[in-house]
């Protein structure tokens, strides 16, 4: 892993664990007693030990925490109707929610693979001191994708993990349900605001490596 591939990590590391924070702070006020269980305990605990749990899309993340946005459709409309406004359950929850849904990581992490082939390949072929020079920093644009996609794939796992966490058969309770609302809204937040954040760094870096023109090619239509 080269230097920039390693400052990558060590700043989405840092974001995350803010995220983190927030959030665990902000669970420990609603007073919410789930725990992780079954899909998403073993995700934490694969992230834990490999710092990457492999999966194949973001999907699959999100919908083992679905089931804590049952509790807004639940007593969202009683919220609404006390508060006198209106509510929308797709589009006030459901909807941001599913932001994050469909990221391809297994192709992303494919063409970090197909990349770093090609420029094993590309070396092998240069003896130029320089071109050796480009194609290495191409290469490390491989590390990038990786820590990129590894690090998406803790953002989703974050957002799924606090809402999995406000499911429960709880009564209507306004403060409960406002404490409630604030994880959740946090978590969304956080996810939308760190995948922008990786994605902005990876073009950054696509720009500096002069990879852009091969992803660009890569995802043409």
């Not at 070396?123 to 020079?133: E, G």
Request: aromatic share 8%; proline share 2%.
């Amino acid at each position: 892993m080269d230097d920039a591939s390693l400052r990558l990590r060590v700043a989405f590391d840092e974001r995350i664990g803010d995220s983190r924070a927030e959030l665990a702070d902000l669970l420990a006020r609603c007073g919410t007693t789930g725990g992780r269980t079954g899909y998403l305990a073993e995700l934490a605990a694969r992230l834990e030990v490999f710092g990457s749990a492999g999966e194949p899309s973001s999907t699959p993340i999100l919908e083992a925490g679905a089931v804590g946005l049952e509790f807004f459709r639940r007593h969202g409309p009683e919220h609404a109707r006390r508060h006198r406004c209106e509510f929308d359950f797709d589009t006030e929850i459901s909807a941001r929610y599913d932001t994050q849904r469909d990221i391809p990581l297994a192709e992303l992490r494919a063409d970090a693979e197909s990349l770093e082939s090609l420029c094993s390949d590309m070396l092998d072929a240069r003896q130029d001191p320089w071109q050796r020079a480009v194609w290495q920093r191409v290469g490390g644009f491989a590390d990038t994708l990786r820590i990129a996609c590894d690090a998406v794939e803790r953002i989703v796992f974050d957002k799924a993990d606090a809402v999995h966490r406000l499911a429960g058969e709880a009564d209507y309770d306004e403060s409960g349900y406002e404490a409630r609302l604030a994880v959740f809204d946090a978590a969304c937040r956080h996810a939308d605001a760190d995948v922008a954040d990786v994605l902005r760094r990876l073009g950054d870096e696509l720009t500096a490596t002069g990879t852009r023109d091969l992803a660009e090619n890569r995802y043409a239509t």
